[in-house]
T-cell receptor, first 113, second 114 residues
Framework: NAGVTQTPKFRVLKTGQSMTLLCAQD?????MYWYRQDPGMGLRLIHY???????AKGEVPDGYNVSRLKKQNFLLGLESAAPSQTSVYFC????????????FGDGTRLSIL | GQQLNQSPQSMFIQEGEDVSMNCTSS?????WLWYKQDPGEGPVLLIA?????ELTSNGRLTAQFGITRKDSFLNISASIPSDVGIYFC??????????????FGKGTKLSVKP
C-alpha cells in the first residue's frame, strides 16, 4: 500500500517553462489537496478537489492550475514557471468522514531559475 | 485570513529534557492537529484534538485543545534524539467548509543542543 505518491521528487526549471506535478493515491480517497511549503512557513493550500472532475481554489492559487480527471490522481500544473514558485510541494488526501488530514506525500522540491 | 502564531520558532533540546510549544489564534477552531516533519519527508500526524479542553497523549507526547478554542499546546516529555524535526500545529476553522481545509502554523524547529 503506497499511500500518497508524488512525482517527480526533484525538478529544476527555467523561468517561463511549464511542468506538471503528479499526485497519486491508492486509498480511494475523495478529497485531494496541493500545498506549498516555503522556508520558515507553514503549509499553504494552493488548490483542492472534493471529487473526480471537481477542483477549487485554496489560499494561494495564482500561477497554478489543477485537474482531477481520475479519482486517484490530482495534477498540479505550472504554465509559466516563475522564481516565486520555487518551493516544496506536498499533496495530501483523505475521505470526507475522516475529518482530519493524515496522508501526505513526501513532497516535490521545485527550483525555478 | 486566519493565522496561527506558533512559538517558539526554534529550540534546542538536551536528551531527557521536557519540551513545550504552543499555537494561538485570534479566531476559534473546531479541530487542532499536531504534525512532525522530518527532512525530506511529508508531515506525519501526531495528535488530533476535537473538543475544547481535550487532553490527549501519544506516548511521550501530550497535547491540549485550549478551553477558549483559540489555542493548543504540545508537550514532549523526556526528549530523545529522534525527537528533532519541525513540529507544526494546524487548525480547522468552523467555516472551513465540508472540505475541512486547514490553517498551518509556521512550525517549531527542534534541534539537539551542541
Amino acid at each position: 500500500n503506497a499511500g500518497v505518491t508524488q512525482t517527480p521528487k526533484f525538478r529544476v526549471l527555467k523561468t517561463g517553462q511549464s511542468m506538471t506535478l503528479l499526485c497519486a493515491q491508492d486509498m480511494n480517497h475523495e478529497y485531494m489537496y496541493w500545498y506549498r511549503q516555503d522556508p520558515g512557513m507553514g503549509l499553504r493550500l494552493i488548490h483542492y478537489s472534493v471529487g473526480e472532475g471537481t477542483t477549487a481554489k485554496g489560499e494561494v492559487p495564482d500561477g497554478y492550475n489543477v485537474s482531477r480527471l481520475k479519482k486517484q490522481n490530482f495534477l498540479l500544473g505550472l504554465e509559466s514557471a516563475a522564481p516565486s514558485q520555487t518551493s516544496v510541494y506536498f499533496c495530501a488526501s483523505r475521505n470526507p468522514g475522516q475529518g482530519i488530514l493524515k496522508h501526505f506525500g513526501d513532497g516535490t522540491r521545485l527550483s525555478i531559475l | 485570513g486566519q493565522q496561527l502564531n506558533q512559538s517558539p520558532q526554534s529550540m534546542f533540546i538536551q536528551e531527557g529534557e521536557d519540551v513545550s510549544m504552543n499555537c494561538t489564534s485570534s479566531s476559534i477552531f473546531n479541530t487542532w492537529l499536531w504534525y512532525k516533519q522530518d527532512p525530506g519527508e511529508g508531515p506525519v500526524l501526531l495528535i488530533a484534538l476535537y473538543k475544547a479542553g481535550e487532553l490527549t497523549s501519544n506516548g511521550r507526547l501530550t497535547a491540549q485543545f485550549g478551553i477558549t478554542r483559540k489555542d493548543s499546546f504540545l508537550n514532549i516529555s523526556a526528549s530523545i534524539p529522534s525527537d528533532v524535526g519541525i513540529y507544526f500545529c494546524a487548525g480547522q476553522p468552523p467555516l472551513g467548509g465540508s472540505q475541512g481545509n486547514l490553517i498551518f502554523g509556521k512550525g517549531t524547529k527542534l534541534s539537539v543542543k551542541p
